[in-house]
């Protein structure tokens, strides 16, 4: 490995770390991800996105700072906004759940739809680069002429290199990329009335380009050092996590994510029913298949806001109901049924206007119980959303804070009636982003994964629980609001 700093933009949080050749976290920082709103929706503030970095580089010992060789950078895969050959925007750089480019998408007619997922592999979806693209072209200041869409982790890589081009996998959550071709597609741009010159080149995760003497004498690092675009955050993930064919990742955050890698897209009806979402890996010789579920660790600001819960309440009542389940001492049939759409749905519907809902409340009815029903509505959702994929997983990988959650995770065992395998080690995709631009593989025993394994008896209960549920649960789902 080459000692790497590593920035993780994520939608809640920015991760910086420091590791070492022997792929060791020496140090790292977390910060909330700098965010404003305009009149449409939440943007970046890249000012402060950019101190934070110089921050964390400049804290570091300068014997520190003179052995780095690699700045990876990863993020979300849909935010992005238009740069200019000198690194200035030319629209504001849009988060991945703003959607504000939504109308133009939609007058688009089936057969446009059928031929974005057929060249692109994703849905027609405005979380998706493309409709934001044509909405900052249209809205621009008039001076993007030479203007490029960039993803903000490719933004901070130009910011640091005077260089601007897209790597592969966050090229291909743009919607415009023909996943076969590995190239641009002008069809698909037409549709919304864009030219392919306004993306940049395309460029493996294993690209570097040289940092500038002037961010380099400012970071105080050597000149000799490459910045790398690792990549979208979950593909990153997998890398740090080795994940091979027939294995899932579960890659917990904001959002939670599924990940399937494998070596050939699935473009058939089926899969674009399902929504689910294809894109070109890290390394650049496989697929992705991936679906997000919109609300994952978010759950727990919507229970603290909702019940009127400080985190430290919340986290000791979580402890207790893991105790209680594990005992025996959880009786499924007075818990509330929780749909926890809070921050839209999941595929195959992906409608970011849904709402969550409670069933079953009486006047007995505790805090806690609205808890566990919260957590388990979530691992009834994530089977939902597992069973669109036309492949089952051999072996299940987690990553994220899951992994601090155990009430969250033996349901989720219990209910798939499935081992997990899950990672102790923190900041899996940084560690994916330092192997990137190492060129090297990483390893998912330096993960340190630990195993939750399910229980007969409890996986046969959810069983019994779901089966009476079930048609309540699906009138739930199809409900419009």
Not at 246 to 274: C, I, K, Q, R, V
Not at 377 to 391: I, K, N, S, T, Y
């Amino acid at each position: 490995m080459l000692p790497t700093i590593t920035v993780d933009v994520g939608t809640t949080s920015v991760k910086l770390c420091l590791f070492d050749a022997h792929g060791d976290l020496q140090a790292s920082a977390r910060d909330t991800t700098p965010t404003t709103t305009d009149s449409l929706g939440e943007i970046y503030q890249v000012d402060i996105l950019q101190d934070l970095i110089r921050t964390f580089i400049l804290a570091l010992p300068p014997e520190v700072r003179g052995t780095v060789k690699r700045i990876a950078i990863t993020g979300v895969g849909e935010s992005g906004g238009l740069v200019r050959p000198d690194g200035s925007l030319a629209s504001p750089m849009i988060l991945w759940h703003d959607h504000r480019g939504a109308d133009l998408l939609t007058g688009l007619s089936g057969s446009a739809r059928e031929l974005v997922y057929r060249v692109t592999g994703l849905p027609v979806n405005a979380n998706y680069g493309l409709s934001k693209v044509a909405w900052a072209v249209k809205n621009g200041a008039g001076d993007e002429a030479e203007a490029k869409w960039l993803n903000v982790s490719e933004y901070l890589a130009a910011w640091m290199t005077g260089e601007r081009w897209s790597e592969y996998s966050l090229a291909s959550r743009t919607m415009a990329l023909d996943l076969q071709r590995r190239a641009w597609s002008a069809e698909v741009a037409a549709l919304l009335g864009l030219s392919v010159e306004i993306f940049p080149e395309l460029q493996p995760a294993t690209h570097g380009s040289p940092i500038t003497r002037s961010v380099a004498d400012r970071f105080g690092v050597p000149a000799n050092v490459h910045v790398h675009v690792a990549g979208h955050d979950h593909m990153v993930g997998a890398i740090g996590a080795d994940l091979h064919h027939g294995e899932l990742l579960n890659s917990t955050g904001t959002t939670e994510g599924l990940l399937f890698s494998h070596d050939a897209p699935s473009l058939d009806d089926a899969s674009a029913m399902a929504m689910l979402a294809n894109g070109i890996s890290c390394i650049g010789s496989d697929f992705t298949l991936f679906a997000s579920i919109p609300t994952g660790g978010s759950a727990f600001a919507t229970l603290q806001s909702m019940l009127g819960l400080p985190i430290t309440e919340l986290n000791l009542i979580l402890e207790d109901l893991h105790h209680r389940y594990l005992a025996g001492d959880i009786v499924l049939e007075n818990i509330p049924l929780v749909l926890p759409q809070f921050r839209g749905s999941p595929p195959p519907t992906k409608r970011a206007a849904a709402r969550g809902m409670i069933a079953g409340l009486q006047t007995d009815v505790a805090v806690d119980d609205i808890v566990f029903g919260c957590f388990l509505g979530m691992v009834v959702q994530f089977r939902d959303v597992l069973e669109l994929f036309p492949m089952q997983p051999d072996r299940i990988k987690v990553i994220g804070p899951a992994s601090k959650n155990p009430l969250w995770l033996q349901l989720k065992a219990d209910l798939l009636g499935t081992p997990l395998s899950v990672s102790q080690f923190p900041e899996v995709v940084s560690r994916g982003a330092q192997a990137l631009a190492s060129e090297t593989r990483s390893d998912w025993d330096g993960c340190k994964p630990f195993e939750v394994l399910p229980d007969e008896t409890r996986h046969g209960a959810l069983a019994h629980w779901y089966a009476d549920v079930r048609p309540l649960w699906e009138h739930m789902k199809a409900a419009p609001v």
